[in-house]
């Protein structure tokens, strides 16, 4: 059972303009949404995350926009740059209010970004 | 520098024979984490610790042993390792299960390849 459906598997965008990568979860007791940053080779990064209680945070060009009611949240990738080819990998998690701690990853989406 | 080291970097080896990889955290976390990755897949728990002595089952935790004796180091073993087991795996560490701002920070990586 797959709690968190990532899309899409693969996005190829030109530099400059705006990638979109979009999650969408089930378990409502999810409470922690962090986005990764995977380069060829390495271990992932944690790029940017947000809690429920808030609907946008932004970090330089990197935003994420969550919608509560929908159970989607997605990571917009503004000006995008050749630098941001990587690997995305949105996750949700449990927090101190019981249960499993253990994180659950979407299956990544490789951005590829042209110049 | 404040890091999560993993060894071997890259291993072959056969069926059925035992094999460790080793990890460190040097960042006084109280929280570690094995994942596998594979292509498709996304990321996968496989085991985790909340503490010393702490362990826990993750989502793939068959085939695979860990232990944590001491707090910086979370070696994974692989008591009979299987062809399936070939994957990219990962150890992760954080100051505590949960939290807004409570960071996994990700090793380098070690492919594994059973023949």
């Known amino acids: 059972q797959q709690q968190v459906k990532q899309s899409p598997q693969s996005l190829i965008v030109q530099k400059g303009g705006i990638s979109i990568i979009n999650c969408a979860y089930e378990n409502t007791a999810f409470d922690y949404f962090p986005w990764y940053q995977q380069f060829p080779g390495k271990g992932p990064a944690l790029l940017i995350a947000i809690r429920p209680d808030v609907s946008e945070k932004k970090e330089g060009r990197f935003t994420i926009s969550f919608n509560k009611s929908a159970k989607q949240f997605s990571l917009h990738i503004m000006d995008s740059q050749p630098g941001d080819s990587a690997t995305y990998f949105c996750?949700?998690?449990?927090?101190?209010?019981?249960?499993?701690?253990?994180?659950?990853f979407g299956r990544g989406t490789s951005l590829i970004v042209h110049p | 520098e404040a890091q999560v080291t993993q060894n071997p970097r890259y291993l072959i080896t056969v069926t059925g024979k035992k094999l460790t990889v080793t990890c460190s955290q040097n960042m006084n976390h109280e929280y570690m984490s094995w994942y596998r990755q594979d292509p498709g897949l996304g990321l996968r728990q496989i085991y985790y610790?909340?503490?010393?002595?702490?362990?826990d089952k993750g989502d793939v935790p068959e085939g695979y042993k860990v232990s944590r004796k001491e707090k910086r180091n979370f070696p994974l073993i692989l008591e009979s390792p299987s062809p399936n087991q070939t994957s990219l795996y990962f150890c992760?560490?954080?100051?505590?299960?949960?939290?807004?701002?409570?960071?996994?920070?990700f090793g380098p990586g070690t492919r594994l390849t059973v023949l």
């Open positions: 992760a560490s954080s100051l505590y299960a949960s939290g807004v701002y409570n960071e996994q920070f």
């Open positions: 610790s909340m503490n010393v002595e702490v362990t």
């Open positions: 996750a949700a998690r449990r927090g101190a209010s019981g249960g499993s701690y253990i994180p659950t």
